[in-house]
């Protein structure tokens, strides 16, 4: 079955100390991305990563790390959190067909809460 | 830059009732247009889509036409079931240029509907 999977899918963590959240996909899809979804704000890229190696920042990267090292996998990173960082984040992958992202596959999503 | 605006809600509607969400779009370029659908604690799921002017996706009874004239990409189902209850995300997506190369997506319509 295609899907992205996501773990954890729900954390508490305090503030300062760094966490991991890891999504991987059996697609063999080339681009993958983070965002997080905030109440009014609707959802918001984090980072984005169009082939191994390859990433770069979306509208809200700071705060957040990511690394591709693998294709199906795109770990995001949270070095120190803050409160501000609580949020529910998803990962995806897409399909690209040229140079255009033709549909996006999401995992089940990670509420992080940041005390 | 791209953005996407729609009614936030929640929208109410009896079972059976017709639907219209609304979802009008600026960008620069020509993108492609997106519905996805949130259920309750899960991710996003692709609805329906289309890439091009005139082009009308469809999918489990809803439907969207690609509008260029009025940039719009009106989510429409003619009688809408209790299971349709769900957040509906506009979204867009551009040919990458160098720049964020992800989605845009409105703020989410929460939809509600009572039996």
């Known amino acids: 079955e295609a899907q992205v999977t996501q773990n954890p899918r729900y954390l508490i963590t305090v503030t300062g100390k760094k966490l991991t959240v890891t999504c991987s996909q059996n697609?063999?899809?080339?681009?993958m991305s983070w965002y997080r979804q905030d109440p009014g704000l609707g959802l918001r890229q984090i980072y984005y990563?169009?082939?191994?190696?390859?990433?770069d920042k979306g509208d809200v990267p700071e705060g957040y790390k990511v690394s591709r090292k693998e294709k199906r996998n795109f770990p995001l990173i949270l070095e120190s959190p803050s409160p501000n960082q609580t949020s529910l984040y998803f990962c995806a992958s897409s399909i690209r067909s040229g140079n255009m992202n033709t549909e996006a596959f999401f995992g089940q999503g990670t509420r992080l809460t940041v005390v | 830059g791209n953005s996407v605006t729609q009614m936030e809600g929640p929208v109410t509607l009896s079972e059976e009732a017709f639907l219209t969400i609304n979802c009008t779009y600026t960008a620069t370029g020509y993108p492609s247009l997106f519905w996805y659908v949130q259920y309750p604690g899960e991710g996003l799921q692709l609805l329906l889509k289309?890439?091009?002017?005139?082009d009308k996706g469809s999918n489990k009874g809803f439907e969207a036409t690609y509008r260029k004239e009025t940039t719009s990409f009106h989510l429409e189902k003619g009688s809408v079931q209790v299971s349709d209850s769900a957040v509906y995300f506009c979204?867009?997506?551009?040919?990458?240029?160098?720049?964020?190369?992800?989605?845009?997506f409105g703020k989410g319509t929460h939809l509600i509907i009572q039996p």
């Open positions: 289309a890439t091009k002017a005139d």
């Open positions: 979204a867009l997506t551009l040919p990458s240029g160098g720049g964020a190369d992800g989605l845009t």
């Open positions: 990563s169009m082939n191994v190696e390859v990433t």
């Open positions: 697609m063999n899809h080339e681009y």
